[in-house]
């Protein structure tokens, strides 16, 4: 279970190790040198993850070692030291020693000869990074080798080009080792409940070689096939995990360098394929702090959702990895340190793909930090007692006192700033004095340190602080300064746009408003604009909320009312930081020139120029006489509104199209009419008739002209006069004769065309009409036709149906909005029952041989066998151009062969038996077969049991019947043997004689 983990130092000898040392003599330790190679730790708890270890908390982690002579001097009592420091992430006075063993071995003389191998037994007593040195020393020289320097935890080394080591252990506090589930919880959804996680011997963790701690691990599937679940989620909640224990701001003071806090690692082995028929495999992980009630995702170092998915390779356990945070290669785990102080639970949700996979094994469950670890070499406090008020921009100091007690060794203790709120920077904004205070540990003393800040011009008012961090002895502690900053308000505002010149309704100008806080504290800007003439600003008034250094802009369009007299105009857009009054009281102090002492008023000035615009609108538009009379004049009125609406008085005449040419018909409208702006006029259209007249529809459109600058109407209304009662002359529309569907038979999900036929009469070329398709009374399509005067068209409409079974079809005609006029159809609805056919497909048996295969552990002798199914139509209409396929899925090889048969027709009511081709089943493998309908037609599959699928064993090749089995090869051998024995018999006897 051991993982090799070179440690250390590398002992060589001689003037590489202590450079310009000038030695009298031979130093014995340079006879001597540590084994590297077989160097390393392993521990009771968890072993090796990598090229580093990790150890357990109040479990033995046992150190490794060996010399090695270099010399033919035997030597004998060396002193081989093992000393573990602790360490985390403070170089180096936090370095205290753990542990410290002393055992003396002999080293046989030879060049190469090694010593025993050194055994040291070191329980932990909390977790973290530790630091391990190897020392060795020879009775008789004056120091011993290899002291120094100090090891730290993810250093690489590389005493050999091509092979490298990494210094130091891990000591973890929660482990799960797989071998019981007990304390977890276990959920599944959309997925059989007893398929779900437990702890068990699983064939992939059946040997070391394929588990990291043999036998058991966690794992979720069919514990009989040892497969995933074919669908659904299992998730793997842990037992809650209190993170209180450790440190909550681990931080390297040397490097500025801030490290994981807290790890959460694991193994995992095996198979979560992409991407299957039933989804996309994966394991995810979740994080609660709520006892489960809520659960947020896991991320990664680069902020990704912790997803594992694919296949692991060969057969050693992956892991979650992450650079380290000091030296060079990965680090493993995943950082929980954000969750430090919380109680926690951590969940793995495995969703399988439905495909054939392993599903993943999760096995060493670990949590590592850093423990806080307490002593109380000094203590400090603030000296400032005020909190002060201070202006962007300014500067502050405070001071605080560190008071330290007797030690046993000299303390170093430094200050660093860590954090700070706002935009102050700690390493450039902070400073202290002095930076480090160093003391011989004999006495005590009491010092003052000051700290300078500088506040960013930019600093928010209001409360802020900066975290003043100790670190010595072992222990680090924190002092909060806090001071007010003052506020101060700089609004600017700006308008951007057109300022001046002409402006009309018909083309409104863009005018924006850009705001900037330039101030420190969050303003709320009120904006209003105001004007004494008809301008109009499309942003009304409003407030806008900005943070310091935040900007804004208020996009707008400035226009007139329509209506408007021309001439000039002015406007106002004002801003404030406290609310404005209302608009007339606004404008009257604006006007006045009482200006409030946080107003901005922006003023612009537009020249509105002169604009006509007519509209025409008639009461009524349509108009016939049912009756007309053989001879004599008749006179009809239309009735018109005609609106200004311009910026001013005009005078408008009218002019009228499509009568010209027409005997008997004449048009009489006003001459000229004066109107005001913004206001409308009755007249009346009369045309005056001569009978006899050909009948008809006839229709002519009148337009306005406005006598100012000879501009036309916006509109010129269409108005239609119809002659005689005969609904040719009137125009309809007609539904002609019956519905057909092409099909003979209508088949369910399979497109039908419905055919039709209209008829058209007096309805102009460029119309169309629209029709609606109903399905037992509701409507589920319409369409829009074209149609030619007085002529048989014909239609279609295509439509699938969804349900089987009698079903009320209706064509549907839609009255012609636009002619405003109703009820004019001949004939509005055609209707007929039809029955939809279904098809409905089965795959109910599969043979092998003319053996119906069970599903239920079916086992095969090795040979070459036909293949047939069964196959059922249980619909009420044959299918036509079927086709039934074989898969044959070797699954020990992952190979795959397919067979197809196409089937003509397959009857309503009758098993249909399909021979596909003979297949030969190779000893000792497992095979799973399926076979499934697709269809080459329109038609839909209305099922989902349109497949099979069984596994079946293949054993292995009978053996050949032995030679002792044959009855005559059995007689002859009795026989030779009966005549031997005869035979020696008869020997001894005469010998005797």
Known sequence: MAIFLSILFIGTAGSGMFAGEQASGTRLSEMIKLDIL??????????????????????????????????????KDVEVTCTVYWYDGFYPDRGAVMFKDIIL?????????????????????????????????????????????????????????????????????????????EGWEMNSSVAPAEEGWASVIHPLSSTISNSH????????????????????????????????????????????????????????????????????GSMMHYISIDNGSTWDPLFDIKDHQVNETGNTSGHIWDHSSRPFYVGNGEMVGIDIGAYQGERIKIRFDQTVSGYDETGYLLDDITIMGMDLVESEPFQIEQMNKEVPQVDPGSSVSFELKLSTKRTQEKLIVRFQCINATGTISPDEDVSMDPQVLRFDGNTTETN???????????????????????????????????????????????????????????DPLDLDLFMINSGNIIENVYHAFVTPSDLI?????????????????????????????????IGFIVSSIIPLPGDDILLDRIISMDIGPSWIVHEFNFTVDQVHSIDIVPVNRYMEVTDPPDNGSLSLEYELFVLNNGNGMDQISFTYDGLDEIDGMKLILPEQIDIQPMSSMMVKAVIELEFPLPMGRY???????????????????????????????????????????????VIMGMEVIITFSSLTFGIPDDDAFTVGLQVN????????????????????????????????????????????????????????????????????????????????????????????????????????????????????????TVFHVNLTDVDVGRETVIAFKSIQLDPERDYRLTVSIYNNTRWKD????????????????????????????????????????????????????
């Not at 521990?43 to 010399?71: A, L, P």
């Not at 691990?217 to 669908?231: D, E, L, M, Y």
């Open 777 to 896: 009374d509701l409507e589920v399509k319409t369409g829009e036709f074209p149609y030619s005067i007085g002529e048989g068209n014909e239609h279609q409409l295509t439509y699938e149906f969804t349900g089987s079974g009698p079903h009320m079809v209706s064509l549907v005609l839609y009255e012609n909005i636009g002619l405003e006029m109703s009820g004019l159809g001949l004939l509005t609805k055609l209707s007929m029952n039809v029955t939809v056919r279904k098809i409905d497909l089965h795959v109910s048996e599969i043979f092998v041989d003319g053996n119906r295969l069970t599903g239920e552990g079916d086992n095969i002798d090795p040979g070459t066998y036909p293949i047939e199914a069964s196959i059922w139509n249980l619909g009420d209409i044959a299918a036509n151009i079927v086709t039934v396929s074989l898969e044959v899925y070797d699954m020990d090889e992952m190979n795959r």
């Open 38 to 75: 077989n160097t390393y730790t392993s521990s009771d708890g968890v072993s090796g993850w990598g090229d580093f270890v990790v150890g357990r908390v109040n479990k033995t982690t046992t150190i490794v070692t060996r010399i090695m002579n270099n010399d033919d001097v035997p030597l």
């Open 942 to 993: 209305n099922t989902e049991n349109n497949d099979l699928s069984i596994v079946i064993q293949v054993g292995e090749i009978p053996p050949d019947e032995p030679i002792w089995r044959d009855r005559y090869l059995l007689l002859v051998g009795l026989g030779v043997t009966l005549l031997v024995s005869v035979v020696l018999f008869l020997y001894l006897v005469r010998k005797k004689l």
């Open 537 to 569: 600003w499309t942003r009304s008034s409003e407030r806008v909320a900005l943070d310091p250094g935040e900007s804004r802009s208020i996009e707008g369009e400035l226009t007139v009312a329509n209506g408007t007299i021309s001439g000039k105009k």
């Open 699 to 745: 229709t002519f459109m009148i337009t306005g002209i406005s006598q100012r600058d000879g501009k036309l109407s916006d509109n010129s209304p269409e108005l239609t006069l119809v002659i005689g009662s005969n609904p040719i002359s009137s125009g309809t529309f007609l539904l002609n004769g019956s519905m057909q569907f092409q099909q003979g038979d």
């Open 213 to 280: 701690s043999a036998p058991y691990c966690f794992w979720s599937g069919n514990r009989s096939t040892w497969n995933a679940s074919v669908n659904g989620t299992h998730s793997l909640i842990t037992p809650e995990i209190d993170l209180n224990r450790f440190d909550p701001e681990p931080y390297d003071i040397e490097r500025s360098v801030r490290r994981p806090q807290i790890f959460l690692l694991y193994r995992y082995k095996g198979t979560l394929t992409p991407f299957g028929p039933n989804g996309e």
């Open 448 to 506: 003052i340190v000051r700290v300078y800040l500088d506040i960013p011009e930019n600093e928010r008012s209001g409360s802020g602080s900066i975290l003043i961090r100790a670190v010595g002895g072992g222990i680090s502690r924190d002092l909060f300064f806090d001071f007010e900053v003052k506020p101060f308000h700089d609004l600017k505002t700006e308008l951007i746009g057109d300022l001046g010149g002409s402006i009309d309704r018909s």
């Open 105 to 181: 071995v002999d080293v046989p003389p030879g060049d190469g000869q090694f010593s025993e191998m050194i055994n040291y037994y070191w329980v932990p007593s909390f977790s973290g990074a530790y630091m391990i040195n190897i020392s060795a020393h020879v009775p008789g020289d004056a120091r011993e080798m290899s002291t120094e320097p100090l090891f730290f935890q993810g250093i690489r080394y590389e005493p050999i080009p091509g092979s490298h080591f990494y210094s130091g252990v891990w000591v973890s506090s929660e482990y799960w080792d797989g071998s019981s589930i």
